[in-house]
């Protein structure tokens, strides 16, 4: 094993699909010689050539369009948005197109495509570059969404999404791109699309999150000596884990669900309609949330004071915890 970041584990998932399927191919703005903005396929164009390695234009749309093209005909690309807040644009091919390829074929045609997209704030970027649109696609039936949080997590999805026929947006957490280092097998491992973590066990309430929050939140809990919780990474949004959700709901009684997105119609909100509806006479509290607000993300010297907090964490698990009857 090798101790690799996000950034290091991502270009080895692509790095060693692309040698073992000369399908898979690569399409973004500036990822073959410069390695992308964050250098997630540097030295990928001098292996496998500009072919399979394709520097396209500033067209997002374009470059989903493409994909579903090559994935039609195919092909597995991988096409890479530079922010999330980029992917506007595509939002067209994705919805209208991508997802719906199997139902208008009558399952004829499939269209295994990834899109790889940074996501989030944390790293105190410019306006589009720190947004959390995550609920966009997982509201479109058709799409996977996936969002690991450690480079373990990072290579497991990334080598299944590759491989699913189907298409599926790969988030990846930018504020935990070089944060973390972990210890990643050099050799292939699938994590299944759809499948949940405990990342700590715990009895007395559930917290649930997903992304970079996910190291945000294991950080705040250990500060909290008198309430053992358990935290739960998501991983997958789309499809959703919801046995593993339920059942942890269900041993400890309380909820607390941690995103960076606004809250407004966010996915916390259907997580907890989930629960209301499966779980309801387990719960001791109302479920507390801790989300983003519904502004544009203030951006730089404000970001601090939007994103969720350990403070705030801790404050919301005193609080469900006080509140349970």
Same mark, same amino acid.
């Not at 540097?42 to 989903?64: F, Q, T």
């Not at 944390?122 to 969404?145: F, N, Q, R």
């Not at 791109?177 to 299944?192: F, G, H, T």
């Given at each position: 094993m090798t101790r /690799? %970041?996000?950034?290091?584990?991502? %270009?080895?998932a692509l790095k060693q699909e692309m040698k073992k399927d000369k399908s898979v191919v690569l399409i973004g703005e500036d990822i073959g010689e410069d390695g992308g903005v964050f250098r997630v396929t540097?030295?990928?164009?001098?292996?496998?050539? %500009?072919?399979?390695?394709?520097?396209?234009?500033? #067209?997002?749309?374009?470059?989903?369009g493409t994909s579903i093209g090559m994935a039609i005909a195919g092909l597995k690309p991988v096409a890479e948005m530079q922010f999330e807040g980029f992917i506007m644009p595509a939002l067209d091919q994705l919805i209208n197109h991508a997802s719906r390829i199997r139902n208008r074929s009558r399952g004829r045609f499939t269209c295994p495509l990834v899109v790889r997209c940074p996501t989030g704030g944390?790293?105190? #970027? /410019?306006?589009?570059?720190?947004?959390?649109?995550?609920?966009?696609?997982?509201?479109? $039936?058709?799409?996977?969404?996936v969002m690991p949080s450690t480079p373990y997590d990072a290579k497991g999805l990334l080598i299944s999404s590759i491989r699913d026929p189907d298409p599926v947006i790969?988030?990846? $957490?930018?504020?935990?791109?070089?944060?973390?280092?972990?210890?990643?097998?050099?050799?292939?491992? /699938?994590?299944?699309?759809?499948?949940?973590?405990?990342?700590?066990?715990g009895s007395d309430v559930t917290l649930i999150t997903w992304g970079s929050l996910v190291k945000t939140s294991l950080e705040a809990v250990q500060h909290i000596s008198d309430i053992n919780v358990e935290v739960i990474d998501l991983r997958s949004l789309s499809p959703l884990d919801t046995s593993t959700i339920l059942n942890s709901v269900k041993k400890t009684g309380k909820v607390v669900i941690v995103q960076e997105a606004p809250k407004t119609l966010g996915f916390s909100s259907e997580i907890i309609a989930i629960i209301n509806e499966k779980a309801l006479y387990s719960l001791e509290a109302p479920i507390e949330r801790v989300t983003g607000y519904d502004v544009v993300i203030p951006l730089p010297k404000n970001e601090d004071l939007y994103l969720p907090s350990q403070e705030k964490i801790i404050k919301a698990v005193e609080k469900v915890t006080k509140n349970a009857i």
């Open positions: /690799l %970041n996000l950034v290091e584990a991502i %270009n080895l540097d030295g990928l164009a001098k292996l496998y050539g %500009n072919e399979r390695v394709m520097d396209s234009p500033l #067209a997002e749309s374009g470059i989903v944390g790293i105190k #970027a /410019l306006e589009h570059h720190s947004d959390s649109p995550e609920t966009y696609l997982i509201h479109t $039936p058709g799409l996977k969404v790969f988030f990846e $957490p930018k504020k935990v791109y070089r944060a973390i280092k972990q210890e990643v097998p050099e050799e292939e491992y /699938l994590i299944p699309i759809g499948k949940a973590k405990i990342v700590k066990e």
